[in-house]
C-alpha cells in the first residue's frame, strides 16, 4: 500500500498542524482507525513540565472516549521526511488496542508512506494485557 487516501493525509497534515508543540518545536499528527472503521485524530500537546501528551496517545484517548477499544491501523505523521516514529510509552499504549491483524505506518511530512510495521515488529515479545490474566 503506497498510495494512501486524500482524505486521511489531509486530516494527518491538518492535525499535526495543530500541534502545540512550543518547546520541541517538532509537530506530530496522528490518525487511528477503530476495528469500526472509524478515525480518530489527535496531536501533540506540549506543557512547561515536559510531560506532554503524544499525538498517538491523543487519538487512542479519542478512540476510547468514543467506546472503541480495537486499533485496525494508526497513522503517525512528523514535520519531515525522517521517520517519526511512535516513542516507547506510545508503543505500548498502541499494543494496549492492538492485534496481530494492526498496521502501524509511518508518514513523511507531505504525505508519503515512508514505512509500516505490524505491532510485532514494533514492539517484540510486548507485555499485553493477556500478560496479567491468571
Known amino acids: 500500500m503506497n498510495t494512501l487516501d486524500p482524505s486521511l493525509i489531509e486530516t494527518?497534515?491538518?492535525?499535526?498542524?495543530?500541534?502545540?508543540?512550543?518547546?520541541?518545536?517538532?509537530?506530530?499528527?496522528a490518525v487511528v482507525v477503530s476495528e469500526s472503521?472509524?478515525?480518530?485524530?489527535?496531536?501533540?500537546?506540549?506543557v512547561a513540565h515536559y510531560k506532554g501528551l503524544c499525538a498517538e496517545a491523543?487519538?487512542?484517548?479519542?478512540?476510547a472516549s468514543a467506546g472503541?477499544?480495537?486499533?485496525?491501523?494508526?497513522?503517525?505523521?512528523?514535520?519531515?521526511?525522517?521517520?517519526?516514529?511512535?516513542?516507547g510509552d506510545c508503543r505500548q499504549r498502541i499494543r494496549e488496542f492492538?492485534?496481530?491483524?494492526?498496521?502501524?505506518r509511518v508518514v513523511g511530512a507531505e504525505g508519503n508512506l515512508l514505512k509500516q510495521y505490524t505491532m510485532?515488529?514494533?514492539?517484540?515479545?510486548?507485555?499485553?494485557?493477556?500478560?496479567l490474566a491468571s
Open 37 to 46: 472503521g472509524s478515525r480518530y485524530a489527535g496531536a501533540n500537546v506540549e
Open 12 to 29: 494527518l497534515v491538518a492535525v499535526r498542524d495543530r500541534a502545540y508543540a512550543p518547546y520541541s518545536r517538532h509537530p506530530v499528527g
Open 58 to 63: 491523543s487519538a487512542i484517548a479519542a478512540m
Open 120 to 131: 510485532t515488529e514494533l514492539l517484540p515479545d510486548a507485555f499485553g494485557p493477556e500478560n
Open 68 to 87: 472503541e477499544r480495537r486499533l485496525r491501523e494508526v497513522y503517525v505523521i512528523g514535520p519531515g521526511q525522517q521517520l517519526c516514529t511512535p516513542c
Open 98 to 104: 492492538a492485534d496481530e491483524h494492526t498496521r502501524i
